[in-house]
């Protein structure tokens, strides 16, 4: 079944990267966290994969604030995959 939000760490650390920004962004995800949350699909991985971040000039922004080793990653720590899926 899938959830009306992402599970804990994740549900804290978007809302985290929300509040961060001025400006709306857009993270286009795919792979297991986008199955996991949208069809209920277990995940064989605990990353979140972005295929784009829009606006894209706040893609080194977003990098550093929330990117594998940030202190928002470490202080939640989320659980990246470095397998690249």
Known sequence: M?????PEPWHSFFLEVD???DQG????????FALAILHGLPRPTIDVDCL?????????RLQLLAGEGSALHKRLECTYSTSGS
Do not use: S
């Not at 899938?2 to 992402?6: G, L």
């Not at 962004?25 to 297991?32: D, Q, R, S, Y």
């Not at 784009?52 to 080194?60: G, K, T």
């Open 52 to 60: 784009a971040v829009i606006p894209v000039a706040e893609i080194a």
């Open 25 to 32: 962004i857009e993270l286009h995800c795919i792979g297991g």
């Open 2 to 6: 899938p959830h009306d939000r992402p």
């Open 19 to 21: 509040a961060a920004f």
